[in-house]
């Protein structure tokens, strides 16, 4: 079965810094990887997918996320930022093969930016 | 790009009653649609899942004769939470998945649901 874990339950930077937010997964095989954000009481809006191809996936806001198989991780990052970036983040996994298609969300990162 | 219509967006019902969530997507159809639940501060949690012209799947620990799901046609999953208690007040997200291979998930905004 898969699964999804995100280190870090809330994470704080400095607007300016660098954002790292953790996740990852626990897949037989490698399956398709993406991070969403929601901000408070809104539905989810992709930041960025990982299917296949260029393991360094670039999204929107500024974000960018990179695959390692070796390390079964996704881990999102942004070079500085924003007062608007502070938000729910989510990684979720989904297979790469079959029909089910279910997207399993980890638990989510609080991201807090401090001016 | 991809739109997924989710409504209402907040609803109050009393205990005992029926909501229905209407979930729909816009500029394409959707081969699969999922309904999620989310309480505050946590992720979100797949209910079940459903397919145009098909009974929906559940995931273990899901009631389904109390959330009803219907997805008549390539554009429209609805979520009937029958019997609402305040207990199943949450926030309920909605996703529809293209009917192209590969397609990805487009998320409805979500609806606030509070039994009183």
């Known amino acids: 079965a898969q699964s999804v874990t995100q280190l870090g339950s809330h994470v704080s930077v400095s607007e300016g810094a660098l954002v790292l937010l953790r996740c990852n997964y626990s897949s037989s095989v490698p399956p398709y990887l993406f991070w969403y954000v929601q901000y408070p009481n809104q539905g989810l809006q992709l930041l960025l997918k990982?299917?296949?191809?260029?393991?360094l996936v670039k999204g929107i806001n500024g974000f960018e996320a990179e695959f390692k198989k070796s390390e079964t991780s996704f881990h999102l990052t942004k070079p500085s930022a924003h007062m608007s970036d502070a938000a729910e983040y989510f990684c979720a996994v989904s297979p790469s093969s079959g029909n089910t298609g279910k997207l399993i969300f980890g638990q989510g990162t609080t991201l807090q930016v401090k001016p | 790009g991809a739109v997924v219509s989710q409504h209402p967006s907040w609803v109050i019902c009393k205990s005992g009653t029926s909501v229905k969530i209407e979930c729909r997507s816009l500029d394409f159809q959707a081969t699969t649609m999922f309904w999620y639940r989310q309480f505050p501060k946590q992720s979100l949690m797949l209910m079940a899942t459903?397919?145009?012209?098909?009974?929906?799947?559940?995931e273990q620990g899901v009631e389904k004769d109390k959330f009803l799901i219907n997805h008549a046609s390539l554009t429209l999953s609805t979520l009937t939470v029958t019997s609402a208690h305040p207990e199943d007040s949450s926030f309920y997200i909605c996703s529809a998945r293209a009917l192209i291979q590969g397609g990805g998930y487009t998320f409805g905004s979500g609806t606030r649901l509070t039994v009183v």
């Open positions: 459903s397919n145009e012209g098909s009974k929906a799947t559940y």
């Open positions: 990982y299917t296949t191809g260029a393991t």
